[in-house]
Every structure is written in structure tokens, then in C-alpha cells.
């Protein structure tokens, strides 16, 4: 993207960053997420270079393949213990997976784009409100279908 479409978009109400920035993130919090992608990414090329496939992998690991697929994908309900485990069955040894976590850099950042909101106009702020009804005393809650 040139200067000119850049100050166009900026101009238009978009405001420029990184992921980082745009999500919050801490330094450390990139590091982390750095160090989990480097551990799958290692776990499936390990696996891979072993000639073993993910169900073979998920029976050495007593677990499914699709849990697996969600390690070697760095998802983030897998913790660092899964990790390391897949790590290990895949043949590392610690040292190698403290040289993996080690070797671990956050990516320069990239730029995104976010559209800054504008303020609404008078008209729009002045929305009308349902009116809320006041349960009598020992009213109950309505029934479900289930009921």
C-alpha cells in the first residue's frame, strides 16, 4: 500500500497497527503465543519426518487424532504440558525442547487496519427503550418447551 491510499484510509476513519496493538497484547503474551506456534510447528515436523501419521502419533500419545490436529495447529486449548509431552513422544529430548521454546521470536508485526468509529448523530443516540414489566409478587418465570 502506497502513502496516498494510506492517508486516504486514514483520512476515511481508519486507524493503523499492529496485531499486537489491535488485540492488547502484552510483550509477554506474544512471547508466549511465539513459543506455542514453535512447538507445534516443530511436534508436526518431527511427526512428519518420522513418517508417522496423526493416528499413528494419537495412539503414542493415548489420544484422538483430532486432538493432534489441534496441538500441531498451536490451538489455544492445548496447554504447554500437551506440548511438551508431543514434543517428546515425537522423539525430543528436553534439552531440544527448551532450544525450540528458546528459539522462539515474535514475528515482526504486521500492520492492520481498523475502522474508528464515528460518533452517531443525535437522531440515532436517541433510541426508544422497551418498557420493562415488574413481576408481581410470586409471579414464576414462564415454562420451557421442554416443560
Do not use: C, H, Y
Not at 511465539?34 to 499413528?56: D, F, G, I, M
Not at 495412539?59 to 495447529?73: D, G, N, W, Y
Not at 529430548?93 to 448523530?121: C, D, F, H, N, Y
Request: hydrophobic content about 40%.
Amino acid at each position: 500500500m502506497n502513502e496516498a491510499e494510506k492517508q486516504a484510509l486514514e483520512e476515511a476513519g481508519w486507524k493503523f497497527g499492529t496485531a499486537q496493538d489491535f488485540l492488547a497484547l502484552s510483550d509477554a503474551e506474544m512471547e508466549i503465543i511465539a513459543a506455542r506456534a514453535k512447538l507445534a510447528s516443530e511436534v508436526r515436523r518431527r511427526r512428519q519426518a518420522n513418517k508417522v501419521s496423526q493416528p499413528t502419533f494419537a495412539q503414542i500419545l493415548k489420544t484422538s487424532q483430532s486432538r493432534v490436529s489441534l496441538i500441531e495447529s498451536a490451538d489455544p486449548g492445548v496447554s504447554f504440558d500437551q506440548l511438551i509431552k508431543a514434543m517428546i513422544a515425537a522423539g525430543a529430548t528436553l534439552k531440544e525442547v527448551g532450544e525450540t521454546i528458546g528459539s522462539a521470536s515474535v514475528a515482526p508485526a504486521r500492520s492492520v487496519r481498523k475502522r474508528v468509529p464515528q460518533p452517531a448523530s443525535r437522531a440515532s443516540r436517541t433510541t426508544a427503550r422497551k418498557p420493562t414489566r415488574k413481576k408481581a409478587a410470586g409471579e414464576r418465570p414462564p415454562r420451557s418447551i421442554a416443560d
